[in-house]
């Protein structure tokens, strides 16, 4: 087996901002590291890593961390061993290794002959899935524009955490009065009373569907369950569920989870976080970092597993150097895809 990778900057039409970063203003360009994987058969597979500083990932790490992987260690045609051997070359890490769980499952699914959602028999029902697209924090007047942008998309989902909520909210209502509307806190209310606060006001709205990661992922159970108990809407758990192993603890505390394969170390993780959650009785939605066609059509290939679909940020970028899944009007489709098998997705040319 052959391994090679690349850093490349996704760059982003608006700065973006979410409540750990909207004090700077936000970045307007992601660093991202692409593998491609190839074996003497001439089977490829490609994948993406999506590094967060939130969970200790970089571009830097990501690349340090491909530089010690023994390619010859890895299979297509045993993904679940080639997982292994990387836990074996340093721990945590879930960008790198999302990045080549990606690459061993498309060319797994490539080398099978069917598209990866066919592999591993979860199919993909057309004209079901609608992607929400993310607001992210900025002045009342960027909002009006970047909602006004988005016309097309008819579920929004409103960065909060920031001293202009009210006023950024206001100005999404301003010229988007009906659309239904996500939220995501990222941790932002440190109290469970400034936390129930802002929900009672957002649930005043009456276009929010619900409410992600009010409070901090380290927020104890006794506070998740009192806010649970009082909230007028459904919470979801992004940073506070990494995998399935936060099943249980989340089935307290929320009504759904935000699974990522950046945080899962990629799909194999991502596929069994959204069964453990829907064992516990919790909804499910997928969710994305900034990331380009690549590791967004990955992620697609789950959403038979979901509720709620956030993978969007290929949207938000202007130069994705991939093509895969479309997203007219929010409906994310396979019908289009340059490729049948593995993951569909193409470089574009
Ligand atoms: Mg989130």
Redesign the pocket.
Known sequence: MKLTFRRFDLQLAHAWAVSSNAATGGKSFYPTVFVELSDDAGVRGIGECAPSARYHDTSDTVLAFLGKVNPARLAFDDVPGSMAYLETVAPGNYAAKCALNVALLDGAAARAGRALHEMWELGFTEGRHVTSYSIGIASPEKIREKVLLAAAYPILKLKVGSPDDRANLAALREVAPEKIVRV?A?EAWRTKEEALQNIEWLAADGRIEFV??PMPAATGLADLRWLRERSPLPLFA??SYRGAEDAARCAEGFHGV?VKLAKTAGLTGAREALQAALRAGLQTML?CMIESSLLITAAAHLAELTDHLDLDTHLLITNDPYRGVTAEQGMISFANTPRQTGLGVEERR
């Open positions: 995501d990222n992600e990661q992004d940073e935000n969710g």
